[in-house]
């Protein structure tokens, strides 16, 4: 059963940081392109950032370009999305998803999903 568990959330002011990890199991990790995505209340979900099998091709969504880095570390089953120089506007339950394929930026072609991570940031 592939699980996975987001962590790291938190209620950050703006200008701060954050480290969100996704922890993942029931699935050969280093084969799966891992993605980050984000979904604000009454909002649909959008992707934030995708990372490939080796860690090369990081793809990111022009709203965090250079604010956000994502990583992933396969021996230890993790993406990772640090997060800084937060805004407000980054407020939003944060998810991380997996697909086996190529690196894209498209939510419907992520297979599994975690239950996500709230990340608040005040003004």
């Known amino acids: 059963q592939v699980q996975l568990v987001e962590s790291g959330g938190g209620l950050v002011q703006a200008g701060g940081s954050l480290r969100l990890s996704c922890a993942a199991s029931?699935?050969?990790?280093?084969?799966?392109?891992m993605g980050w995505f984000r979904q604000a209340p009454g909002k649909e979900r959008e992707f934030v950032a995708a990372i490939g099998r080796g860690g090369a091709t990081p793809v990111y969504a022009d709203s965090v370009k250079g604010r956000f880095t994502i990583s992933r570390d396969n021996a230890k089953k993790t993406v990772y999305l640090q997060m800084n120089s937060l805004k407000p506007e980054d407020t939003a339950v944060y998810y991380c998803?997996?697909?086996?394929?190529?690196?894209?930026?498209?939510?419907?072609?992520?297979?599994?999903w975690g239950q996500g991570t709230q990340v608040t940031v005040s003004s």
């Open positions: 029931g699935l050969t990790f280093s084969s799966y392109i």
């Open positions: 998803g997996a697909h086996i394929g190529t690196v894209v930026t498209a939510r419907t072609q992520y297979n599994y």
